[in-house]
């Protein structure tokens, strides 16, 4: 193999740390991804990524390290989704363009892998949505909105989505339909309730990509880390941590714990 790469820019390991995804090029030329356990020292087979339309940009392993999620890039702008058990075998491939992505992966209440993230395609564009890795289902949980990028690194809260805003306040201000959040760090919860925390204002202007607030959490929650360049487009970016205050949660058994996949 040559040209090994973690991601890249995507690439998480499990949620317990012990494997991750790698692209690489094999002997033969084929693009490849494998699933390989830290751990065990273990490399499990080859995923052929040609067997899937358009160029992959990264690929990243599930929470429970038993997916690996990649990115596909078609030549029309389209950007799909392709799901494969780490043994190789293909089980979803998700044509729509951009449904979800800028996102995150964690596990839901009841255990299953979704993926949270802006929607770009009908009949929830714009939108944050979730989607089952095992079957594609797709629930909205926060309506049309300025929403630019979901992170799930609060690993001792998974229930909750970390969401950036961009947007102009004076245009949502003005669009009672749109989710009412403009360049500013919510937290959503990830159970469709569309319950919000609200973190930050960024006053972070829009300007290109490498500006963008990008927020990401602590894995306890307890703070988060985001970007801003202070109401100045192309103006130098700067890096904040807000700190956050959470009401004590919920006692689980550990048996019920073990049992939803979350420890």
């Known amino acids: 193999y040559r040209d090994l790469k973690f991601g890249p820019s995507k690439g998480n390991p499990s949620r317990d740390g012990s494997r991750i995804a790698v692209r690489a090029t094999r002997d033969d030329g084929a693009a490849v991804a494998f699933a390989y356990d830290l751990d065990r020292r273990l490399k499990y087979p080859d995923i052929n990524l040609a067997q899937v339309a358009g160029t992959t940009s ?20 389209t950007e799909q989704r392709a799901i494969f058990a780490i043994d190789g075998t293909l089980r979803q491939t998700w044509k729509d363009h951009h449904r979800p992505g800028h996102g995150d992966m964690t596990l839901d209440a009841d255990g ?17 949505i979730k989607r089952r890795l095992s079957d594609g289902k797709v629930t909205s949980l926060m309506k049309f909105g300025e929403a630019e ?13 970390f969401m950036s ?44 990509y490498w500006s963008e607030t990008h927020a990401s959490p602590s894995p306890d929650g ?42």
């Not at 395609?121 to 714009?126: H, R």
């Not at 990028?149 to 989505?161: C, F, G, I, T």
């Not at 989710?179 to 972070?204: C, F, K, M």
């Open 222 to 263: 307890s703070q988060v880390i985001w970007s801003s360049n202070w109401g100045v487009p192309g103006g130098p970016v700067y890096e904040f941590v807000a700190h956050l205050d959470w009401p004590p949660q919920p006692d689980l058994n550990q048996k019920e714990i073990a049992t939803n996949g979350l420890r």
């Open 149 to 161: 990028h979901a992170s799930l690194r609060a690993l001792d809260r998974p229930e909750w989505a």
């Open 58 to 77: 990264s690929c990243t392993i599930s929470p429970l390290g038993e997916n690996i999620l990649c990115f596909q890039n078609l030549a029309d702008g």
């Open 165 to 208: 805003y961009g947007g102009n306040p004076e245009e949502v201000r003005s669009q009672p339909d749109w989710a009412p959040y403009s360049r500013e760090v919510i937290a959503l919860r990830v159970d469709g309730s569309r319950e919000v925390r609200r973190i930050v204002q960024t006053r972070n202007a829009p300007f290109d």
């Open 112 to 128: 299953s892998e979704i993926y949270v993230g802006i929607s770009k395609s009908s009949p929830d564009k714009y939108q944050v």
